[in-house]
């Protein structure tokens, strides 16, 4: 999918999967790699003891992800590039666990018929997912009153459990919402993640075959020619 093209026909799981591809191959850079429907993104995180439960209530179901207590993001990342830099080294950024979900939708009354200049379509379907991913620490919560009532009791006591404790482990503390639009527009989470990719990709052996000369469609660094015409091209 080259950026500018129509996201009509793109659905979730596609667009995870170029992700989740792009991170994986373009990944000399920051040694970025990316794990999809990471039903085991809480291994080596939560004791094994209150894991385990975890997974033995969780396999009994078909579907796991839709199983009760369940939590499995559409992409679970390692050595992510984030915000922060290194404390004197020049500007070096460090690297995160994230993890991520992915929204589209398709043109329709209920996303577009809206005030959209200031706050668009996307912007709006992001705070909508972003109240309901709330409910990730509710069930983190109740994940350890099921798992680890030893340590929480009714989670009344003011006590964080295990499952509750490991999501401020992550990136931003929370899951990162990407959502596209009908038109190809998308949320300012997605442009950020397509600037990071691209600069993955400017640090690795394709940076290294891109001419400035060869584009005439972009100005500046190899990261920028990325971010307009490379970013999760198939």
Known sequence: MKIGESTRVIRVPNLSKQTTTYLNQHDEGAGTRAVPEAANFLFDKVPELFLSRYINHRVQHANQRNSPHSIIPDIHAYNFPSDRQNVNDSGASQTDEAIFEFKTFEACPTRYYHENVIKTAV????????????????????????????????????????????????????????????????????????????????????????????????????????????????
């Open 123 to 234: 912007e709006r379907r992001t705070d909508e997912h972003m109240r309901s991913t709330k409910r990730v620490i509710e069930l983190s919560k109740r994940l350890d009153m099921e798992f680890a009532p030893e340590i929480v009791g009714n989670g009344r006591n003011g006590i964080v459990g295990p499952f509750e404790a490991i999501q401020g482990q992550f990136y931003r503390k929370q899951i990162i919402v990407f959502c596209a639009g009908a038109f190809a527009e998308i949320n300012e989470n997605g442009e950020k993640l397509i600037k990071r990719l691209a600069k993955i990709a400017a640090a690795g052996n394709d940076g290294l075959t891109m001419s400035f000369t060869d584009n005439a469609s972009a100005m500046g660094g190899r990261a920028l020619l990325f971010s307009g015409q490379k970013v999760l091209d198939q």
